[in-house]
């Protein structure tokens, strides 16, 4: 049958290879040819919608030989946990294309649509590939191919310190990934040394606890990095302040779940028992992840760092939903991978247009636009809306889910008290973005640059829309989704954490009710 | 493998490809001679053409003939291991051929000369990896200095270059005769300078280190000799000093052939000479058999992880373009050092494909660097600074992506073949032969390397824009456009697939061991 | 009589003057001569061996032949280079030719 | 009777949907519509949702009295593994009542608001989250789970925030705004968390499945107070008590119709209402009843005490709001949920008179709030006059009014529930009652005469004085439908004191019987009468004697000695003025402990100066350079140097191997 | 006799050695050097290499280091010139480190048993180091590779290259 995976991760370059033959200057002819590849890609991810099942199995899978010298076979597939982050990378990046119009209009880029455009399309190729690959050295090779596209979307197109804060993230990201280079050996090595495949080596690795335990570190460095978590998280506002607007919404969309889809896929299947025994540690660093950046993003004077700063709040919730190992957080984390990477898009969109209107990111510059700029308004507050959790938008499913799973999670330690700290989290979400919101919209329009600013004119509204209709729809119905992410969860929890750490078939993820007991009685 | 004398009609048709090398490169002189244009490119071409020639031949060989035999008295032998390296710098010669017609036009120097000299390189360097004697390694390594003594000092006119011409021929002449003092105490213990005979002699006399050293030190002083000798040529940690001024001072195309090409035979070498005469188990393992941590093993391990550190390190602050990428030879020397030492204590296939699959990915993409770099070269200046570079991405936008993509593959980024080669080579390095520590130093001293590769990259796209890049004279003709395809088009070959060469070079392994 | 140690150990000695030579002295001159010290110790001690131990075959006189050649052939090549670094510097002396460092 | 049912059914989700259809037609299209048609749509669907609700309510009317309790089920909302929550609306007694409140009060205010906001340019926006409320305070009501209700609990915080920050071109009212919706999501934030251990103990939301848990007694006592602890914060962010009040006053900001139906009848209430959908499982926990009773008590009397000295009239009335619903927490408190519910009903048909009055005050005004330049407005507005005065009588609690029924009924049971945990409770509870009903009385009194009498209108501007005129039809009509309820509707609630019959008269304690009997039943309440005909009296005479007091200093001019009286009880005047300085406290908490904290502490040091510069730029990177530096030394140039090196690293290895 | 003729030749050459790399003057230094070259063909013929002996002083003493001179002449160096070539603290400690270094080497060698007691055999074939061995080994006999005719010829290449190598870096103008 039609591999329609790979299919999906190389038609980007072939967008790329066609957008060579086209002469440098004429800007729209290119920005239109990116904009028709990435939306066609997006419709043939769609046909992987269609046809998915939604079973625990690994669907659409490839197992073909690539290098058998080094025992590297081509290994792709997706199932429950990939899916919708694919459809979330094919989503986004018609978005990001259609919103880069004006951004190569001003002089400085003026005949660089081509490498902006290449740029995107080779990202989405990228991390495709890393969501899709079931072989180690697979996904290592996509999970590294994605730096360089970003470096020089940073690099390139980014703002005055643009070159220091593309590369503290590509030395980020790559020295984080080492040891997960030099874990990879050992496991390919104690695994017999015969593949790099994913399933080959949890089923035929056997590793002391304290290997165990170190490898699990190395894996969880390279994640953390890129998640990104607490210490290790400095790269981010750099990044992001820096990078132009389409950089930083792929970025926050779709590059940061790389880090905790590598958690659900990598870390936890191959060490278990240890992800299973830190997970209060884990739980802890999430925690405090959601408070500090909540706080920090609070005091933030620029715009665009106070999403970044929500970004590591919002996936500090994710990383406590995997750890938490109910099928009802890890359903909710995937789910909030899903959200944050719509929500915080359409912010870092919204604030894009407004910097290039007024070219300037400080929250006192702006004030008042609600008059001015009244269908923006509407937008933006539907986006802070769904970023704070309100019910019937997105967030709040994802959120109340993470909340409920990790509360009865019996698995993590101090599960219930860390809920409690984590919740807090709603309300510091609601104080930073409404905060910012009122000063930004709303107060008297005093600034005079402000007075004559455009409301979104059609091509904004065109690629805000989609994501505004998706906040509702994953809001209201979001059962759509939570039926295909469920059946993978329970089976990763039932065959990971249930028989391989408890090795005794107990529910032992939900703590039992007694109705539940009883009925079992 | 049994020495056989055939008659000499047949053992020279087993050396074809060097005859033909020494013959191309007299051709080229003579047919220099009688060119009346003064503009001598197409002898570039030429060069290009008759290398690709003597290549086929190389592959002819290496296809049929699966036995190697020892000819010409067991001076050299014609083997797969042999011809893999041959067909390596031949690569290289074309790849500088083909660049220097633009860097030559630059300096206005149209001298037909510099061609046969690199071609009389060649020779010298694919017959230093085809010997099994010392002696024959001996005038070989000369055939191959030589002429890039003079080749490094090719610019008169410029100081910079003089000096590293001085400096390279002194030390050369130095390193070469602390060879052949090595040698000669090597030949006065076991009475011959061949490898197979030298190791069949220590290994009849003596069963481990302490013996040796007690009853006859003479043959570890003359190893050492020899290790020294090599260790100089190959650029390795306390023997290093040299590369970066010479590299810094020599035409930039030459410092391309000198990393790639030289490099690569000196590696070559030193794992012959060291995998025949003295890796046996009477220089390496005590008396209690456990492998001593005082033999020449550990010695190189060391080195190597030195290699490595200082090469890294020292590159962040340098802002000069020619010596970043020479420290980059020196820390990438120091990676194939750790391989090298893997394959020592293994030599089983893997670590062997690995190192010689690294080779090919770094002439690729050191060829492919320097050429680039070599376009950008300002007029006159024989000097690349980083600044030089500012915004050229968007004067050149061809040559700066190739460039990009070579920078990616020095810094083992995926899709280029940097990737795996370095990728191989640790795991062969950590998996088959358990060095640990090494690779992860060397892991993490490459972390370190991305900081000043991106430096390059930064200059080239992100310190200015289109408006203001002052028109500078980088033009290229179509020798360097071919030259910059073909290395970028293997490095990404080479990334994405790998598979078939690694067969290839596995398939050069089994000669080795019969050598 | 004239044991072999005696010739070995001349040649050593004569090798570490050569070498010494390098080290001291500035003038490019003086270097390649005591390069040619240290090539004709190698001779000297190719010779004796073959004379002491391995009387059968004359192949060290050979291999000392081949190293009078080659050191012919790298003479010429440095003294080329001798010349043409004068031409330039007007100067032989090698700590004048450090203009690349650090 | 079945078919009753089916009616129910389908009806039943029609309700909430035509505010939400209503809200989305004047959301998208209303800017372009003319401004008839905007408040056409919106009353319309007020009207058709009010009567499908008299409908619905009729038919569950007719049901038996049993089973008066139906639930459809619209579609399933979320289901992870054992854990599922469905779209599904429950109509029962308690959401019957609470129906017809929010439609009814709802429809009138829409109405009300025609005129009101006639003036203004974004009229189909303020329709549009008037629309939005009302369907969020539908669900809340409806919601036959806890998540569905959270939905209607946030919803409704979201249309607040909008409301209040209606006119958002004065930064105060967007900041009043985003004070409310942060203030109800601390709230939320304690309904989240209890909302996780009911989902830890029975594995889902449902109220009856609640039910069916506390009466299989699979629910504990500890697991229940902490449960009810954390819902009554939740209550306390919405109803406005004493921790998390200190939004409803600053709600004041937006238009006067909004405070009138969020901030009087309908969104405040909410936390009540959950408090009596809950009782089954409140009754387990009597410490938090206590703690509710205790913070009921306690608020009624400090809003009253602050209310005394505003000189804002929306204020006066805000705190009076905060106020009377420390009376229904109290009633709730000790116990008396249908007392607590009848008090939710009255006081939502009086406040909203009283706040419509107060709109057609400020409108007459013109915008001008301080009651110190009013007075003297009676022969000027009189159906104003009538109506507040109706609504100010009945606020007060004189016998024949609703108010009076409602608030003496929990200040008798507040004395009369013997209460497990602290005996004498009920005394203070009862007292803190009185002295509140005195206040209630005496700052309702001041506001109608300083407003109304006390001779001429002091407000400076001439022009405007002559000019205060009735306000539109529209806006009285719905003053004196409001008014005429705010007399009769407390009678439905008659106590058996007055009336043991089964008429009309107690058809509500009736109406509640089956939801909230089990419960009252397990609180032990003294049955007196006569001790309860004496407490009625003497909280009569508190009563009157303050309402004597007010009339004494404000009916005439200003007169002399009330100043004297001011100057003496200054320093409390001046206490009381700025409301305790609590919002002073909370601003410092907020900005010394969260802003300063984040920035000095978390953002520059810990991240800017510790990880970035200290870890990344100070060691990695400066030290690599400084160390590539120094071996790079080394690199001197000088070949005599490079060729000592070598000969120096022979003789090094060389003794290393042969060591 | 011999083992004075040894001493006498083995000490002449040390010494000559030792001031062709002492003196300042490089012409004298190239004399004391070409003096030392009688003594190594003194040398060959004690060790019976007698066509060793003529190829030393005719190539190397005649060939390479007339070289010298004609390039040292070339130069005319003043004597103020290359009287700067002053001893330096640096030169000191590379003396000592080497003189150390090579009396340690010179005492492991000389004590090592592949070098030890070894006597000169007395009666040696007549063409042991005379042309004809030396033809015998460079050309071969009658149709057989000589022993070392592949090195003679590669070393014929290198000289080509060497010359090559002289011309492109003496040219005047490229």
Known sequence: MFDWLTFITLFPIIGVIILFFIPKNNGTVIKNIALVVSVINFLFSLVLLVGFRANASMQFEINKVWIKNLGINYHIGIDGISIFIVLLTTFLTPIVILSAYNVLKDPTYKDKAKEYMALLLILETAVIGALISLDLILFYLFWEMMLIPMYFLIGVFGGEKRTYAALKFFIYTAAGSIMMLVAMFVLYMNAGGVSFDLAYIISHVHLTATEQGLLFLAFFIAFAVKVPMFPLHTWLPDAHVQAPTGGSVILAGVLLKMGTYGFIRFAIPLFPKVAVSYAGVIGIFAVIGIIYGALVAMVQKDVKKLVAYSSISHLGFVVLGIFAFTNTSMTGAIYQMLNHGISTGALFLLVGIIYERRHTKEIKEFGGLTKVMPLYAVIFLIATLSSIALPLTNGFVGEFLILSGTYISRVMQWSSVLTIFAATGVIFGAAYMLWMFKRVMFGPLTNEKNKNLKDLNLREFTYLFPLIVMIFVMGIFPNFFLKRIEPSVNSFIENNINTRVYAKNSRVTLKLTKNQKRSKR | MMPIEPGILEQLGMIIPLLLLVVFASSILLIDVFAESEDRAYLGYLTAFFLFVVLIFVAKDFNNNNVSRQIFHSSIVIDKFGLIFTGIFIIAGILTSLGSIDYLKKYDIAIGEFYSLIMFAITGMSLMVFSTSLMTIFVALELMSLPIYALSGLFRVNNRSLESSVKYFILGSVASSILLFGMVLLYGATGSVNLVTIGNEITTKYTNLKTVLSSDPIIIIGMLMVFIGFMFKTATAPFHMWTPDVYEGAPTIVTGFMSVAVKAAAFATFLRVFGLSFNNDALLHLANGAISNTSWIQVLNILAIATVIIGNLVALNQRNVKRILAYSAIAHAGYLMIGLVGYFITKDPITYSALVLYFLSYTFTGMGAFIAISIFEPKDTNKVMLDDLNGAAYKKPFVAATLAIFIFSFAGIPPMSGFFAKFYLFKSAYVNAGLHIPVIIALIASVFSVYYYLRILVHLYMKKDYGDVDVKDYKTTAGSVIALSIAGFFVLYIGILPDQYITIIKHSFLSLIGG | MVSLNLFIALGIVLFFIGLLGVLIRRNIIIIMISIEIMLNAINIMLVAFNRYKFIENNDGLTYSFFIIAVAAAEASVGLAILIAVYRKRKTVFVNKLNTMSN | MSNNKAVIMNLLPLIPMFPLIGMIINGLIGKFLPKKLVHLIAITALL???????????????????????????????????????????????????????????????????????????????????????????????????????????????????????????????????????????????????????????????????????????????????????????????????????????????????????????????????????????????????????????????????????????????????????????????????????????????????????????????????????????????????????????????????????????????????????????????????????????????????????????????????????????????????????????????????????????????????????????????????????????????????????????????????????????????????????????????????????????????????????????????????????????????????????????????????? | METFLFYFLGIGLLTTAGTAIVLKNPMHSIISMIVSFFFISGLYLLLSAPFLAVIQIMVYAGAILVLFLFVIMLFDLQKSEYQKDKFTKFDIVSILLVGFGASKLVALVVTSNSVVNFSKAQSVSNDFGSVKAFAYSLFGASGVIGQHSFVFEVISVLLLAAIISAVVLAKKRL
């Open chain 4, 48 to 659: 058709a949702s009010f009567t499908t609700s008299v409908i619905v309510v009729s038919k569950l009317v007719g049901l038996p009295e049993d089973s008066r309790s139906v639930s459809i089920e619209i579609f399933k909302w979320i289901n992870v593994g054992s854990f599922g929550v469905s779209f599904s609306f429950t109509l029962d007694q308690l959401s019957s009542i609470m129906l017809l409140v929010v439609t009814g009060i709802g429809g009138l205010i829409h109405v009300y608001s025609v005129g009101y906001m006639n003036g203004d340019k974004s009229y189909s926006r303020f329709f549009t989250y008037l629309n939005l409320f009302i369907f969020a305070m539908l669900l809340l009501v409806l919601g036959s789970n806890m998540l569905i209700m959270f939905i209607g609990w946030e919803g409704v915080g979201l249309a607040s925030y909008l409301l209040i920050g209606f006119w958002f071109e004065d930064s105060a009212n967007a900041a009043a705004g985003m004070k409310a919706f942060i203030v109800n999501r601390i709230g939320d934030f304690g309904f989240l968390i209890g909302m996780f251990i009911l989902i830890l103990t029975i594995g889902n939301l449902d109220f009856n499945s609640i039910k069916i848990a506390v009466d299989s007694g699979i629910i504990t006592g500890t697991v229940a107070t902490v449960a009810t602890m954390l819902f009554f914060v939740g209550a306390m962010g919405k109803s406005a008590q004493i921790p998390l009040y200190v939004w409803l006053p600053d709600a004041m900001a937006g238009p006067t119709p909004v405070s009138a139906l969020i901030h009087a009848a309908t969104m405040v209430t909410a936390g009540v209402y959950m408090v009596v959908r809950l009782n089954f499982l409140f009754i387990l926990a009597p410490a938090t009843m206590t703690v509710i009773a205790l913070i009921g008590a306690f608020t009624a009397f400090f809003a009253a005490s602050i209310a005394l000295v505003q000189n804002d009239i929306k204020k006066v009335l805000a705190y009076s709001t905060v106020s009377q619903l420390g009376y229904m927490f109290l009633g709730v408190g000790v116990g008396a949920f249908g007392g607590g519910i009848l008090h939710l009903v009255t006081h939502a048909f009086f406040k909203a008179t009283l706040f419509l009055g107060a709109g057609s005050v400020i409108i007459g005004m013109h915008h001008n709030q301080d009651m110190r330049n009013m007075g003297g407005l009676k022969k000027r507005m009189p159906i104003t006059h009538w109506t507040m005065l109706i609504a100010t009588i009945a606020i007060t609690g004189v016998l024949p009014f609703s108010g009076f029924i409602s608030k003496d009924e929990i200040i008798w049971r507040a004395f009369a529930s013997h209460n497990t945990i602290i005996p004498w409770i009920n005394y203070v509870l009862w007292g803190l009652g009185a002295l509140a009903a005195m206040m209630t009385s005496f700052y309702m009194w001041r506001l109608y005469y300083l407003t109304f009498q006390s001779g001429e209108t002091r407000l400076k501007d001439h022009h405007v004085v002559e000019h205060i005129k009735e306000s539109p039809k529209s806006m009285t009509f719905a003053l004196v439908v409001l008014s005429f309820f705010a007399i009769v509707i407390g009678w439905i609630g008659l106590p058996h004191l007055f009336y043991h019959g089964k008429g009309i008269f107690n058809s509500f304690h009736r109406w509640l019987e089956p939801l909230v009997s089990e419960s009252e039943a397990k609180i032990h309440v003294v049955h007196n009468t006569g001790l309860e005909w004496t407490l009625m009296i003497v909280v009569s005479v508190l009563v009157y004697i303050s309402f004597f007091w007010a009339r004494k200093w404000y009916r005439k001019e200003i007169s002399v000695n009330t100043k004297i009286w001011a100057e003496a009880l200054k320093p409390i005047h001046t206490l009381l003025y700025n409301k305790y300085f609590v919002d002073e406290l909370y601003y410092w908490l907020i900005d010394k402990l969260i802003l300063q904290f984040s920035h000095k502490v978390l953002w520059k040091t810990i991240d800017y100066i510790f990880i970035d510069n200290i870890i990344i730029n100070g060691l990695v990177a400066g030290g690599s350079k400084t160390l590539g530096f120094l071996v790079g030394l080394f690199q001197t140039g000088k070949l005599q140097f490079y060729a000592f090196v070598m000969v120096a690293a022979f003789f090094f290895i060389f003794y290393f191997m042969t060591l």
